[in-house]
């Protein structure tokens, strides 16, 4: 089943790659110069451990602070407000 | 590129309710404990408030393989659960454009490559095996990817940081309002009053 419209272009292609690779802490520093397949794994994959290193750190600092938020109520405004925001 | 506003709701409401769920023990629940369960109902959020993508499916499916997580996981989640772990059928973008992603990312590690090889081995062999690797490598990272490569394997990952961005950020909003909501009870004033009384005036 391949038929021309669900073929993938060489500029969508190269549409993704550069959306992901300005997502990458490191495109910031580089010049307009693309990088190398390699390279974009390794920063990617780098990316998405920091990312999860990050989430289990304010995992950690979010249970130490829940333990001790025990009225109700000021946690329901909490949660309004940020619904709102 | 930001996740939606309706992502941030669906995405804090279903963290919030988790927490909530899981805090019948929080008294005789560790700090590890908590942890766990705050970054599994995290996790659960950031997939549901997603939903609909491989690495969404993926990520419910294997937070569901422990016996304990997957009733977590129904109650949080309730009819949405049967939704979110339905087996997806195939892709509509074709093989073939594997060789396309390839051929054009090489392109460039060619340019790079091509003064400095070294004797007797091709770049363009060498970049194909570091390419593979660091693809497999990926699949480990992004949950739901196994079975897919090129434009499609990039399209998850880009929404799988997408989200997990969100993710982080969304977390991060949470501790500090919930930082600067006790600081506003240690000055002996909770947030429900001290609203009160500007209404007052």
């Known amino acids: ?85 | 590129m930001q996740a939606t506003k309706s992502f941030e709701q669906a995405f804090l409401k279903h963290l919030l309710r988790g927490c909530r769920l899981s805090a019948v023990s929080y008294k005789s629940m560790s700090l590890q404990e908590r942890k766990s369960a705050i970054k599994l109902s995290a996790d659960v959020a950031m997939a549901s408030a997603r939903g609909g993508r491989k690495w969404t499916r993926g990520l419910i499916t294997k937070l569901s393989k422990e016996d304990e997580h997957r009733s977590f996981l129904q109650l949080i989640l309730g009819t949405e659960y049967g939704r979110l772990t339905k087996p997806c059928h195939g892709s509509w973008k074709i093989p073939r454009s594997k060789k396309i992603v390839r051929r054009s990312l090489r392109v460039c590690s060619r340019r790079k490559n091509n003064l400095r090889a070294p004797h007797g081995v091709k770049s363009s062999v060498l970049a194909r095996t570091l390419v593979e690797k660091r693809t497999h490598a990926l699949k480990r990272l992004v949950p739901g990817v196994e079975s897919l490569d090129g434009y499609s394997l990039l399209d998850e990952t880009l929404d799988y940081v997408i989200s997990l961005r969100a993710q982080v950020d969304l977390m991060q909003k949470l501790l500090t309002t919930f930082e600067a909501s006790k600081l506003g009870a240690l000055s002996k004033c909770t947030l429900p009053e001290r609203k009160a009384s500007f209404v007052g005036k």
């Open chain 1, 1 to 85: 089943m391949s038929s021309r419209r669900s073929r993938v272009s060489e500029e969508e292609i190269n549409e993704l790659i550069s959306k992901l690779q300005s997502l990458l802490p490191e495109a910031r520093r580089r010049g307009g110069g693309r990088a190398s397949a390699a390279k974009l794994l390794k920063e990617t994959c780098n990316y998405i451990r920091s990312l999860n290193r990050e989430v289990d750190d304010l995992s950690g600092r979010l249970s130490a602070l829940m333990a001790t938020v025990d009225n109700n109520s000021a946690e329901a405004e909490i949660i309004r407000s940020l619904l709102r925001s």
